[in-house]
C-alpha cells in the first residue's frame, strides 16, 4: 500500500510540473507576435510631415495645370467657398490599407486644409485605374462642409459629362456633380469631357489630419 501511495504522489507531482509547460503552448498570440514584428498604430511623425508636404505640392501643381488648359477655373475657385484636389499621380503612398490616392481640402475662407483619402470602394473602370487628378469646387459652406465631415461615394457607374463653354462660361470644363458642386478631371492628354469616377470613395484621412 505504501508503494502504491508512494508512485500515485510521484505521478501527482509530474501533473502538476507538467501544467505549466503546457498552459505556455496554448497561451501563445500568434496575432500578438505579428503585430510586435509588424508594429501598426500612428505612423511616425516624419512619414506624416513628408506626406502632408507631398500632397500639398500635388495640389498646387493639379491647380497650376488646370489653370493653364482652363483659365476660367481660377475665376471659379478663387470665388468659391473652398475646393479639394485629389491624385495618385506623383503621391506615395505611405500607408497601407487599399487606400487609392491622397488629396487635401481647402477652406478658402479659413485657409483650413483638410486631408483626405480616396479608395476604390467597387469594382470596374474609374479614377484608381486612370491615375488622374480631380479638382472640386464647392460654391457655398454647406457644399464645402458636407464633403470634408460627410465624406463623398460615387456610384458604380458614375460617368459625368464636363459642361461646355456655353452652359457656364465660369465652370466651363466641369461636371456639376451636387448642387454647389463641380469637378473637374485632369487626365495626361488635357481635361476630360466625361468625367470617370466610378465607385470611388472620399472622406477624412485619420493619419494626416
Same mark, same amino acid.
Given at each position: 500500500?505504501?508503494?502504491?501511495? *508512494?508512485?500515485?504522489?510521484?505521478?501527482?507531482?509530474?501533473?502538476?510540473?507538467?501544467?505549466?509547460?503546457?498552459?505556455?503552448?496554448?497561451?501563445?498570440?500568434?496575432?500578438?507576435?505579428?503585430?510586435?514584428?509588424?508594429?501598426?498604430?500612428?505612423?511616425?511623425?516624419?512619414?506624416?510631415?513628408?506626406?502632408?508636404?507631398?500632397?500639398?505640392?500635388?495640389?498646387?501643381?493639379?491647380?497650376?495645370?488646370? *489653370?493653364?488648359?482652363?483659365?476660367?477655373?481660377?475665376?471659379?475657385?478663387?470665388?468659391?467657398?473652398?475646393?479639394?484636389?485629389?491624385?495618385?499621380?506623383?503621391?506615395?503612398?505611405?500607408?497601407?490599407?487599399?487606400?487609392?490616392?491622397?488629396?487635401?481640402?481647402?477652406?478658402?475662407?479659413?485657409?483650413?486644409?483638410?486631408?483626405?483619402?480616396?479608395?476604390?470602394?467597387?469594382?470596374?473602370?474609374?479614377?484608381?485605374?486612370?491615375?488622374?487628378?480631380?479638382?472640386?469646387?464647392?460654391?457655398?459652406?454647406?457644399?464645402?462642409?458636407?464633403?470634408?465631415?460627410?465624406?463623398?461615394?460615387?456610384?458604380?457607374?458614375?460617368?459625368?459629362?464636363?459642361?461646355?463653354?456655353?452652359?457656364?462660361?465660369?465652370?466651363?470644363?466641369?461636371?456639376?456633380?451636387?448642387?454647389?458642386?463641380?469637378? *473637374?478631371?485632369?487626365?495626361?492628354?488635357?481635361?476630360?469631357?466625361?468625367?470617370?469616377?466610378?465607385?470611388?470613395?472620399?472622406?477624412?484621412?485619420?493619419?494626416?489630419?
Amino acid at each position: 500500500m505504501r508503494v502504491i501511495n *508512494y508512485l500515485a504522489a510521484i505521478a501527482a507531482l509530474l501533473g502538476l510540473a507538467a501544467m505549466p509547460a503546457a498552459a505556455q503552448v496554448f497561451s501563445w498570440d500568434p496575432l500578438k507576435d505579428v503585430q510586435e514584428a509588424l508594429p501598426g498604430g500612428t505612423p511616425s511623425e516624419s512619414k506624416v510631415i513628408q506626406a502632408r508636404h507631398q500632397v500639398r505640392e500635388m495640389a498646387q501643381d493639379a491647380l497650376a495645370s488646370l *489653370y493653364e488648359i482652363n483659365p476660367a477655373s481660377r475665376r471659379a475657385i478663387e470665388r468659391s467657398a473652398g475646393y479639394a484636389v485629389f491624385s495618385t499621380f506623383g503621391v506615395k503612398l505611405f500607408f497601407a490599407g487599399g487606400t487609392t490616392g491622397k488629396g487635401m481640402v481647402v477652406n478658402r475662407r479659413t485657409s483650413r486644409q483638410t486631408f483626405m483619402k480616396m479608395v476604390q470602394v467597387q469594382g470596374g473602370l474609374g479614377f484608381g485605374v486612370n491615375q488622374d487628378r480631380l479638382i472640386f469646387v464647392f460654391a457655398n459652406e454647406q457644399a464645402l462642409s458636407n464633403f470634408i465631415n460627410q465624406g463623398w461615394e460615387f456610384g458604380a457607374q458614375a460617368n459625368l459629362s464636363a459642361m461646355a463653354g456655353g452652359q457656364g462660361a465660369m465652370f466651363s470644363g466641369a461636371a456639376a456633380v451636387a448642387p454647389g458642386v463641380y469637378l *473637374y478631371q485632369l487626365t495626361q492628354t488635357g481635361l476630360a469631357a466625361t468625367i470617370t469616377v466610378g465607385g470611388t470613395k472620399f472622406f477624412k484621412d485619420g493619419d494626416l489630419n
